[in-house]
């Protein structure tokens, strides 16, 4: 039996927005990192791990929001300030542990709008926003994970907690 193309995109999407294929995963970036390094700000950088971190669960969640929208209840988040924040570290290692199973939850969860949508539903313009659909949405995703992997694995590289 032949593979429709919407389903064979759906499997690159979800192994696109999983990683690892060109670079390291966002799991492997985040895991083992001292808790007394979450916090630090290495010189010529503007963020911690944590800032960065916390960032990518913000910016996951409010796509994943706007893309899960069909009650109408989504409110657009207010750039930069309820993107990053103010914080350089975790209140607690709870803080931490639950931000980077957060990130994953909602991972899942737009895993499963990808399954679930039909081929049209992944081009066809949502009815809110600017024109933005779910492949679009799935590769911002992805592009902006992976952009700020990229910046944890240099934090981490600066302050000699990485490989």
């Not at 670079?23 to 808790?35: E, P, R, S, V």
């Not at 796509?63 to 993107?83: A, R, T």
């Not at 659909?133 to 700020?148: G, Q, V």
Request: hydrophobic share 40%; net charge negative; proline share 5%.
């Amino acid at each position: 039996m032949r593979k429709s193309l919407g389903t064979e995109l759906r499997r690159e999407l979800i192994t696109l927005l999983d990683g690892g294929k060109a670079h390291a995963t966002f799991d492997a970036a985040a895991k083992g990192l001292a808790a007394k390094l979450r916090g630090v700000v290495p010189e010529g950088l503007p963020y911690s791990a944590w800032q960065i971190v916390e960032h990518l669960r913000l910016a996951q969640r409010d796509i994943l929001d706007f893309c899960d929208n069909g009650d109408g209840s989504y409110q657009p988040m207010k750039w930069p300030d309820d993107y990053w924040p103010k914080e350089a570290a975790p209140q607690d290692e709870k803080a931490w542990e639950k931000s980077l199973a957060a990130i994953k939850a909602d991972r899942k969860a737009f895993d499963k709008l990808l399954h679930d949508a039909d081929d049209a539903e992944l081009v066809h313009p949502f009815p809110w926003g600017d024109g933005q659909n779910l492949l679009h949405e799935a590769l911002l995703i992805a592009d902006h994970n992976a952009y700020h992997t990229g910046e944890l694995i240099v934090l981490r590289r600066l302050l000699g907690a990485w490989g």
